[in-house]
Nanobody, 116 residues
Framework: QVQLVESGGGAVQPGGSLRLSCAAR????????MRWYRQAPGKERVLVAV????????HYADFVKGRFTISRDNAENTVYLQMNSLRPEDTAVYYC?????????WGQGTQVTVSS
């Protein structure tokens, strides 16, 4: 059974940091590119960061460049999102996504709230 399980969300003050994790099982993790998306209340889900299957290629949305870092550990079947210098506008549910050719899987999401 395919599963993507996110963890690490929570409440943090502006300027703080969080590290999200997404543990994968049920498919060959090392052959899939991995993405983090987020969805704020009343808004569409948007792409935050992408990492290639080997971990060598990454891409970030402009609004997180220089603050967020995506990484992966193929031995642990896990992808991470290190989030620094968090802002109130980063408040959203964060989802991990696995994609390879025409196949894609989604996690259930983890809430991140940035507020003073």
């Amino acid at each position: 059974q395919v599963q993507l399980v996110e963890s690490g969300g929570g409440a943090v003050q502006p300027g703080g940091s969080l590290r999200l994790s997404c543990a994968a099982r049920g498919f060959i993790f090392s052959t899939y590119a991995m993405r983090w998306y987020r969805q704020a209340p009343g808004k569409e889900r948007v792409l935050v960061a992408v990492i290639g299957s080997t971990g060598r290629g990454t891409h970030y949305a402009d609004f997180v460049k220089g603050r967020f870092t995506i990484s992966r550990d193929n031995a642990e079947n896990t992808v991470y999102l290190q989030m620094n210098s968090l802002r109130p506008e980063d408040t959203a549910v964060y989802y991990c996504n696995a994609i390879r050719e025409g196949t894609t899987y989604w996690g259930q999401g983890t809430q991140v709230t940035v507020s003073s």
